[in-house]
């Protein structure tokens, strides 16, 4: 993109523009934004979103762990004593669970925070099933632990709704609504898998320069073992993390995600936000 | 995600159907939610979602894209043949390794096919199970054992073993740190497998090899049984026969693997509502055997029979979301939810933004630092000193290893990294910092601007900072600060009641020497939690 004027104009960062969008849509379509810590215990981020103790992908979602102050507080014992029933065998939630010794030790470990669905399960922990529906999202920063070409602090576009009447194809329209309105022609939906949603749907896009179906992110129905622990119901939750950085580079065209928060303030300054993506 | 690679012609005998490579790049990540990681020729290279290590193997994946297409539907039934093989397991194993699956495979032509797809099989799963911790595979010749086994454990000082592919017999101890460890004992005493580490050379693999002895050991019992299924249930897809062992523990007597099916109750009406479709209970029972499930059924209640080698069906939502993608996640319409509610941003997001704004007009240009910084950003170039702030255990890059509690030393970075752009640059930031008081860490959101320029900044940047304050109403007052990391007498704190809220002044030479900046700079950062 070529530079609309070098320095002397004040300009907010581009990133914040898409940001600011994002939110306008979120609150259009009538969603309630939230936020939670950055400094996270393994209970919020892993454990109460049905991520066993010593599962694989606990190694591999790069988690920064914290050495000091190295442990966190459990929230409300009782809370803890269900997710840890659901861990072992799977409470009453029709589960088998998995058959270990879940431990409130490992729990109480403290990391910054590799996904915002620490916040859908902050926030579901909260909500009163009389208060239904439940519309939240937020957009915030995540941390991932690597050297390689990924970005070690970006940010996710996370959001909720909770509802008796809900079902699959609302999630797929309510995304399909989303991906529309961000300017993304050509998108599909693929059967993928997260821990913490069954089912699990991998929302992409066409990348027309490069001629690849391009992820967007992770989107599902909150598994029973997730949702039942945390409200005590067992009602329907669609629930999304989108990768920012994606809809960053496709819509300003940066080639290198690893780019896609550039510290040259020419460079910062020089985005045009008279996009009609934003 | 773990990856696998496969052999396309060979992928599509164990199927029984040709196909182009380009049919399969298209069906495999609709149909069972693989990846795409690239081809060399016909070998295909996928990435497995985590939950599924049936299909980490071209025999899994075969059998998973046979029963898809339709060509053999439901639940495949495993023949276990009866055989007098025989195998103890110790008391002594309960307190470290207590966990015990073992299968004799006979007829296996162990062309090169079959070798890749076996190592990598048991390579994928081992690491998969915590690299042997939870699941430890020894994979042997049939001819080189000789039976009955012991599972027991030895004293590694006085124990001697071959370990594949070496020719000197060495002590356990110089393999395993424990005193004593987990072994697997043929009838004549010899170790033919250290759990954990390494299995015998004498009972190796060889091209002659038509008979195999596969024993899964390990501390989850689950996990144990699954990793010896997934297996059993690849090497049948090579037209073998499986044999039972039997396998004694104390007073109890069973016949080793287990390859039953699990069951699951599914209800028709809860699959519809779930997903928004109507479907019979016949095309239900349909789609799922395509996914490989056993069905019986009787009105809108199915029993489900899980085959032995899926380890992710914890729930009847997982036989639901089978159920879509058998379906086909495409053919689902889109329906705009219609839940009407009232949004509404964070509290403070607004005044948050008319922050930014007015900062962006007085001509700031807004940047993004990293939460992550070091010590010497944080501390060492800025004269500061030491402040208790949260360190990271495990950083894989020391520039990266605290959190900033501050936004004012990554500002002043920021500028260091801009010297080859043109001056006077003006610069702003609203972040998070975290502040650590004990075991206590509070998020506490900053604004921190800074004007590099020629000649002396303080009296713009403290222009800035009043008009910002009275903007938002706060009664504040100014105080002299003492920092080293301002030049003395230029530098403000500023105060809201009792409390310091932010600084603004000239910074310290010395330290922007620090950061390779040869022009002043003027810097003023503000807590606004309190304020907004």
Redesign the interface.
């Known amino acids: 993109m070529k530079p609309v004027q070098?320095?002397?104009?004040?300009?907010?960062?581009y990133?914040?523009i898409l940001r600011?969008r994002l939110?306008r849509i979120?609150?259009?379509?009538?969603?309630?934004?939230?936020?939670s810590?950055?400094?996270e215990i393994s209970f919020w981020n892993f454990d109460a979103l049905f991520v066993p103790q010593?599962h694989?992908?606990r190694?591999?979602s790069d988690?920064?762990?914290?050495?000091?102050?190295?442990?966190?507080l459990l929230p409300d014992a009782k809370l803890v004593d269900r997710v840890k029933k659901t861990h072992e065998s799977?409470w009453t939630?029709?589960?088998?669970?998995?058959?270990?010794n879940w431990g409130a030790e490992a729990a109480r470990t403290n990391l910054?925070r590799t996904d915002l669905t620490s916040i859908i399960a902050r926030e579901l922990s909260n909500i009163k099933i009389k208060e239904l529906?439940l519309?939240i999202f937020s957009i915030d920063?995540v941390?991932r632990?690597?050297?390689n070409n990924r970005l070690?602090?970006s940010q996710s576009v996370t959001g909720l709704?909770a509802?008796e009447?809900?079902?699959?194809?609302?999630l797929?329209?309510?995304l399909?609504?989303l991906f529309n309105k961000l300017g993304f022609s050509e998108t599909?939906?693929?059967?993928?898998?997260f821990?913490y949603t069954?089912?699990?749907?991998?929302p992409e896009f066409f990348n027309k320069s490069s001629k690849e179906w391009v992820s967007l992110g992770g989107a599902g129905?909150l598994?029973?073992?997730v949702v039942k622990p945390l409200t005590g119901s067992e009602v329907?939750v669609?629930a999304w993390g989108l990768d920012f950085e994606r809809i960053l580079a496709d819509i300003y065209n940066i080639k290198d995600l690893s780019e896609a928060?550039s510290?040259?303030?020419?460079f910062?300054?020089s985005f045009n936000p008279f996009s009609k993506r934003l | 995600m773990p990856s696998m690679n496969f052999n396309l012609n060979d992928f599509c005998n164990l199927v029984g159907r040709r196909f182009s490579k380009e049919k399969i790049l298209d069906k495999l990540p609709m149909m069972l939610g693989v990846e795409w990681l690239g081809s060399r020729g016909d070998e295909l290279i996928i990435k497995v979602p985590t939950n599924r290590p049936d299909l980490l193997s071209v025999e899994g994946l075969a059998r998973a894209s046979r029963s898809f297409i339709g060509l053999k539907k439901g639940l495949i039934n495993f023949d276990l043949a009866e055989s007098d093989y025989f195998l103890k397991i110790s008391k002594s194993v309960k307190s470290v390794r207590p966990f015990l699956s073992i299968a004799v495979i006979k007829g296996v032509k162990l062309t090169d096919d079959v070798i890749k797809s076996l190592i990598q099989l048991r390579e994928k799963l081992q690491s998969y199970c915590s690299n042997g911790i939870k699941a430890f595979i020894g994979i042997h010749d049939l001819r080189a054992v000789k039976f009955p086994l012991n599972y027991t454990i030895v004293e590694t000082s006085s124990s001697k073993f071959i370990p594949i592919n070496s020719s000197k017999a060495i002590a356990l101890n110089q393999l395993s740190e424990q005193k004593e460890s987990p072994v697997i004992l043929s009838a004549d005493d010899e170790v033919i497998s250290l759990p954990g580490i390494a299995t015998s050379e004498l009972t190796k693999l060889r091209s002659s090899t038509n008979d195999l002895l596969i024993e899964v050991t390990g501390t989850d019992s689950l996990i144990v049984s699954k990793v010896l299924s997934i297996l059993v249930a690849s090497l049948i897809e090579r037209k073998t026969k499986v044999y039972s062992v039997i396998v004694r523990e104390g007073k109890f007597k069973h016949a080793a693997p287990d390859l039953s099916p699990s069951r699951f109750k599914l209800d028709i009406n809860y699959c519809n509502k779930l997903l928004g479709i109507k479907l019979s209970s016949k095309r239900v029972i349909g789609l799922l055997e395509r996914m490989g499930y056993g069905i019986k059924h009787k009105d809108d209640q199915l029993i489900v029979e899980v085959p032995c080698y899926r380890l992710d069906v914890l729930h009847p939502i997982d036989l639901v979301e089978d159920l879509a993608v058998a379906y086909g996640y495409a053919k689902f319409n889109h329906e705009t939810p219609l839940i009407p509610s009232v949004g509404s941003e964070l509290p403070k997001e607004e005044t948050i933004n008319l922050i930014r704004e007015r900062l962006a007009s007085y001509g700031y240009n807004e940047v993004i630092n990293c939460l992550l910084t070091n010590q010497d950003v944080l501390f060492n170039k800025m004269l500061a000193v030491e402040t208790p702030v949260v360190k990271l255990l495990n950083s894989k890059s020391s520039e990266h290893n605290l959190c900033r509690n501050s936004l004012t030393p990554l500002i002043i970075n920021l500028l260091s990294l801009n010297k080859h752009n043109d001056y006077p640059q003006a610069i702003f930031e609203v972040g998070d910092v975290l502040i650590r008081r004990g075991n206590e860490v509070i998020q506490d959101k900053r604004l921190c601007f800074a004007k590099a320029r020629n000649n002396s900044n303080y009296t713009e940047v403290k222009l800035v900072a009043e008009n910002l304050l009275s903007l938002l109403n706060v009664k504040f007052k100014t105080k002299d600060f003492t920092s080293s990391s301002f030049i003395k007498d230029r530098a403000s704190a500023i105060r809201f009641g009792k409390e310091q809220i932010g600084f603004f002044g000239d910074v310290n030479p010395e330290v922007l020497n620090n950061f390779g900046i040869k022009i002043p700079v003027a810097i003023c950062e503000i807590r606004i939690s309190g304020l907004i």
């Open positions: 070098p320095a002397f104009h004040g300009s907010k960062h990133a914040n600011d939110k979120f609150l259009d379509m009538g969603f309630i934004q939230v936020s810590p950055m400094l010593g694989p992908i190694d591999t988690t920064f762990f914290v050495k000091e102050p190295a442990k966190g799977g939630t029709g589960s088998t669970g998995f058959g270990y910054l529906p519309k920063y941390f632990n690597t050297i070690i602090q709704m509802d009447k809900i079902n699959f194809k609302h797929l329209g309510l399909n609504n599909r939906f693929r059967p993928s898998y821990p069954e089912l699990s749907v991998k129905i598994r029973p073992e329907p669609l928060y510290t040259d303030i020419n910062v300054s």
